[in-house]
């Protein structure tokens, strides 16, 4: 509904400072007024400069610093993985990221591999990242987009909940339900002990379907 999808347009070009202008204030403020139980953050890398298809110019720490900033707040956190169509870069930035997440400093010397030429020419962990793309976000843009989507977290009044409902004991019963035998007839005595609701249809002087097919009940 409105006000509980939180949207941030940004324009090409945005680089680290951009993105964490504004990055920063809005998730502390989406977890503060949502106030989840735990995060799932995917963590797309086609946001990467000198991405094929993207149109960022993120660098892969400013891309960790993100990361890192939602581990901060020490919320059970799932990360999964998203786009990213430069591969060699992908994996340079899921690589750095991973050792974020599980707090352990890794080399910007990449280790030798079967795959190590797939590196070249710098065989880093952090390349140079930086495109030609111009950046189409000026300060002013990002601080009226901050502030419009800051507005809008404030329009809820409480965090969005599913209300709570009690479960019928007899749905939490593990014991197996026991199932009337269809080869055993009924005997005369069990027959006659059924109830009969009063809206049932009877073919005798008990029928309570009256002419012009009004159910008396």
């Known amino acids: 509904g409105k006000y509980y999808s939180v949207?941030?347009?940004l324009r090409d070009g945005i680089d680290d400072a951009g993105f964490q202008l504004v990055f920063r204030p809005i998730i502390e403020a989406t977890v503060e007024r949502f106030r989840p139980s735990c995060i799932v953050l995917q963590c797309g890398a086609d946001s990467l400069g000198c991405d094929r298809l993207g149109c960022f110019n993120l660098s892969i720490k400013g891309h960790g610093d993100c990361v890192n900033f939602v581990k901060s707040f020490n919320i059970p956190l799932l990360v999964l993985g998203g786009g990213g169509y430069?591969?060699?870069n992908v994996?340079?930035?899921w690589t750095y990221e991973t050792s974020i997440l599980v707090g352990e400093e890794i080399s910007n010397d990449l280790p030798y591999s079967e795959y190590f030429e797939y590196f070249s020419p710098d065989f880093a962990l952090h390349p140079d990242t930086w495109t030609r793309i111009e950046n189409q976000n000026p300060r002013p843009y990002l601080d009226q987009v901050k502030?419009?989507?800051l507005e809008n977290l404030r329009m809820l009044d409480a965090a969005p909940s599913v209300?709570?409902?009690q479960v019928p004991p007899a749905l939490l019963s593990m014991e197996p339900i026991e199932e009337p035998n269809p080869d055993k007839?009924?005997?005369a005595v069990?027959?006659?002990q059924r109830v009969a609701t009063g809206n049932e249809f009877y073919?005798?002087?008990q029928d309570n379907d009256h002419d012009g097919g009004v159910l008396d009940v």
């Open 190 to 192: 069990e027959m006659e």
């Open 163 to 165: 209300q709570m409902q």
């Open 7 to 9: 949207n941030v347009p």
């Open 203 to 205: 073919n005798g002087d």
């Open 147 to 149: 502030a419009t989507t």
């Open 91 to 93: 994996a340079r930035c």
């Open 185 to 187: 007839r009924e005997t």
């Open 86 to 88: 430069t591969i060699r």
